[in-house]
């Protein structure tokens, strides 16, 4: 089994602390970040300071890891002597126990930073709740972070080679699984079926869920599933896949060897995770 750093939650959120702000009386070490850009020291590692020493912004309680107290401060832009760097860049360096908070603060800065208005009335919110609610003084509305869902999928033939296809913004050699955005009054499923027939030209029949990830880039969860081909040949949506291929696993494997393949990063990529976990191991060779 591949290692996967979103198989489960690593910090306790402790909600139950939010309501009253009794958390800030706990003296947590704070994450310092600004959209996807966090603090760092000199890039691979994350900043953590006391409350006091971080620059002014919005507190958010993320709660506790192995007992002690994490928090994030979100600020407009991270100064540049805290050294920013994108959670998109920082990803593989970090451990699981530092991603699980990360990617709370990331989607919650993207959040807080989004919706300063009621979408109700129009007027100003208040923040509350450890920064996990935005209630509206003008109407009285209480507004929580969203999470918008979209699914990712391995699909598989008859003959169970693997569906690997490329965007058009990607270079030569680098290839991923299908995903797609879930649609009102969809179930995830048929987004599966919709997606890949859209986008490949495949027809899927049954669909198995696999593992999710949070993806806060800004406020999506990447739902993972297995789905089986009932066809194999490709009509290529050209605007949103530049190429897609049936690959074995000795095709991958001699691919990932010979450096002309490139993947998603192993560990903190859902569909690497998929990819691996149909090949049965860790594939070699390059990634971005
Ligand atoms: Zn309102």
């Known amino acids: 089994m591949s290692r996967f750093a979103f198989d489960r939650a690593h910090h306790d959120r402790a909600a139950l602390l939010r309501p009253d702000e009794a958390w800030r009386e706990r003296d947590p070490r704070v994450m310092v970040l600004g959209g996807e850009h966090v603090a760092t020291i000199a890039g691979p590692a994350l900043r953590w300071m006391d409350m006091a020493d971080a620059p002014e912004g919005q507190a958010v309680w993320l709660g506790e890891l192995d007992g002690r107290p994490h928090a ?15 959670l998109r860049m920082l990803a593989p360096m970090l451990e699981a126990d530092e991603m699980s908070l990360a990617v709370h603060a990331v989607a919650m800065a993207r959040w807080l930073a ?20 935005r209630h509206c003084p003008s109407c009285g509305a209480s507004h929580f972070p969203r999470t918008d869902p979209a699914v990712i999928m391995l699909i598989t033939d008859a003959d169970d080679r693997a569906l690997l296809a490329r965007n058009p913004q990607w ?118």
Not at 114 to 133: D, I, K, Q
């Open 72 to 86: 994030a401060v979100v600020v407009d832009r991270v100064p540049q002597e805290l050294e920013p760097v994108s």
């Open 171 to 288: 270079p030569e050699g680098r290839f991923s699984t299908l995903a797609g955005f879930v649609e009102p009054g969809e179930n995830l499923e048929d987004t599966v079926r919709r997606e890949t027939h859209e986008e490949v030209g495949i027809t899927v029949g049954e669909v198995t869920y696999a593992a999710s990830q949070p993806w806060p880039f800004p406020a999506s969860i990447m739902i993972g599933f297995f789905g089986r081909a009932e066809t194999t040949e490709f009509t290529v949506d050209a605007h949103e896949i530049a190429e897609a291929q049936w690959v074995t696993r000795e095709e991958l494997t001699a691919y990932g060897e010979a450096g002309t393949l490139v993947l998603p990063p192993p560990y903190v990529s859902i569909s690497r995770w998929l990819i691996e976990t149909w090949h049965g191991g860790e594939i070699p060779g390059r990634w971005t």
């Open 114 to 133: 989004a919706t300063p208005f009621c979408p109700r009335c129009g007027a100003r919110t208040e923040v509350r709740s450890g920064g996990h609610l």
